[in-house]
């Protein structure tokens, strides 16, 4: 069982960042993938950004190519999602999500099989 704590969300206005963090805990963080997802109000579950087991590869969503990095600390088990120019679309709970599935690819939800409660983050005009 892996549980994950996602935090780093708040209220900013358009054009500021954010830095998402999510801490796992197992001993085992570097055998699995991690990805965030969002999901507005309304609106479906939506991939945002993932990387592989080793950090060697990273994975967007269209909407947030030049804005978004995903990066990872396997000796801190923690994923981090660093956001910038950020837009009120951008307005949703963030999720972030492990897996270790092989042959998914790492934008669907089914590859993932742990995951965070969510942070909020509102993006004002």
């Known amino acids: 069982q892996v549980q994950l704590v996602e935090s780093g969300g708040g209220l900013v206005q358009a054009g500021a960042s954010l830095r998402l963090s999510c801490a796992a805990s197992t001993r085992t963080f570097s055998n699995y993938n991690m990805v965030w997802f969002r999901q507005a109000p309304g609106k479906d579950r939506e991939f945002v950004a993932a990387?592989?087991?080793?950090?060697?590869?990273?994975y967007y969503a269209d909407f947030v190519k030049g804005r978004f990095g995903i990066s990872r600390d396997n000796t801190k088990n923690t994923v981090y999602l660093q956001m910038n120019s950020l837009k009120p679309e951008d307005t949703a709970v963030y999720y972030c999500?492990?897996?270790?599935?092989?042959?998914?690819?790492?934008?669907?939800?089914?590859?993932?099989?742990?995951w965070g409660q969510g942070t909020q983050v509102t993006v004002s005009s």
């Open positions: 999500a492990a897996g270790a599935r092989r042959g998914v690819p790492l934008g669907r939800i089914m590859a993932y099989d742990y």
């Open positions: 990387i592989n087991w080793s950090g060697s590869s990273t």
